[in-house]
């Protein structure tokens, strides 16, 4: 069998995932969430601070996250308790909710950051008129993960996307309310994303007396 010219191995450069962990990264517990936010705020890092909650609140695949605009969030001076977005992966929309805590990051952020409701929420350095990539968006996680001394390798962006969703099925064991806020078109996605196994279910199934 021959190799791809696509193939990175072909012309020669690593695979993008060479010498890395791949596979499902660990959601965040209470405590790390919280070492977190200590962290971002201890050193004044307003625009993570904000886009770290966010990320936990919306539960978006990093390609989503980065691309908000200020429109999305607010409404007139405030942020908005719920908002929407058209996945980029699927092309469904998605609502989420903009808790108390994020709401307030969120402002304290904006009213930094300026620009009009056509503008990125969380522009790039480099080019200001564009959106964060997602590959800094990445770097970011790990050094929040690492700071707080977690193994980078074992944490990434869909840690966040799936921290909260874990929280809510460990609380209700509701898959299907699972599957519509992370925006999945079938529940069987929903149980490999949480990794949800027999253990689970049996002890769900235990913690029920009838």
């Known amino acids: 069998m021959g190799i791809s010219q696509y193939d990175p191995a072909a012309a020669g ?6 010498g890395k962990q791949v596979g499902a990264k660990r959601a965040l517990k209470i405590k790390q969430i919280w070492s977190i936010r200590f962290f971002l705020d201890r050193e004044g890092r307003m625009r993570d601070r904000a886009l770290f909650d966010l ?5 978006l695949r990093g390609c989503d996250l980065v ?8 409404t007139g001076p405030t942020v908005r308790s719920r908002s929407m977005v058209v996945q980029q992966k ?18 304290a952020w904006l009213e930094r950051r300026g620009g ?17 990539s997602t590959r800094q968006y990445a770097r970011l996680v790990d050094e929040w993960v690492t ?18 969703a874990s929280l809510i099925y460990k609380a209700t064991g509701n898959l299907r309310a699972i599957q519509i806020l992370l925006g999945h078109s079938k529940i069987e996605n929903t ?19 009838i």
């Open 67 to 74: 691309k908000i605009k200020i429109g999305t969030l607010v």
């Open 147 to 164: 700071a707080i001394g977690l193994a980078p390798e074992e944490y990434g962006t869909h840690s966040l996307r799936r921290t909260k």
């Open 116 to 132: 009009s409701v056509d503008d990125y929420a969380f522009p790039s350095r480099v080019h200001p008129r564009d959106h964060l």
């Open 13 to 18: 450069r690593p695979a993008w995932n060479a």
């Open 90 to 107: 699927t092309g469904r929309p998605v609502q989420f909710e903009i808790t108390a805590d994020t709401r307030a990051s969120l402002l």
């Open 191 to 209: 149980v490999r994303y949480l990794g949800v196994d027999v253990d689970d279910a049996l002890s769900l199934s235990e913690a029920t007396e």
């Open 55 to 59: 990320a936990l609140d919306s539960k």
